[in-house]
């Protein structure tokens, strides 16, 4: 049963050899549906052994020179897939390399969901970089990363819909579990604030926003 729900996520985020927005944006939200319905099945099953909390680095980085969307973007992701994100900085360097923590069966989903999320954004900016090829590279980094900020908080809008949307039946199961706050807590926070964020593009955070929240979440995607 669970090898057969993760199946069908990673089919629906292998729908297209190259991210596509409409696809990307419909898969986000069908993925968690199929993730939460599989909580309720496995809910009616008895003497359930508790799960272990992993820490998963994923291979994804960014700084707050580069791509420092992605940390919003994770936070998202985690926060709608039962994990909480978190980030991990060598000494001496300013990168930062994306990690989750949660259940086993949830951080692997989360870890899929998200760098699937992250190719869609990049397949996007590289667009927004090829046709403004003629600006400074400040600027286009500014436009990309606008970009990526609208894009997660549109995500983050759909998912709140979608949960609005099933109150009733399988949006309730999909709470954060006590341990995996717990072991998120003992971490600490440390604040993330690059400068981009004082100065967004309205435009292309915008188009990002649109891209992240203007899909339909009942949409089939099966192949």
Known sequence: METDYRE?????LALAESPNEHEAKAALLKARELMAEHKLTEAE???KPSQEVLHVQTSITCSKRKNPWIVELSA???ENYCCKAYRTRHKGKQTCTVGFIGFVDDVEVCYMIFRYAV???LAETKRIRQNNSWRYGDEIARMCDSYGYGFARGVSEAFTKQQEQNEEGWGLVLVMPKEVQEAADS???G???PKVLEDLHGSYWNSGYRDGKEFDPKRRLEA
Do not use: N
């Open 45 to 47: 099953l008895v003497d």
């Open 119 to 121: 190719d869609c954004v």
């Open 191 to 193: 604040k993330f604030i």
């Open 76 to 78: 998202v992701i985690g």
């Open 187 to 189: 971490l600490g926070h």
């Open 8 to 12: 069908k996520i990673r089919k629906l």
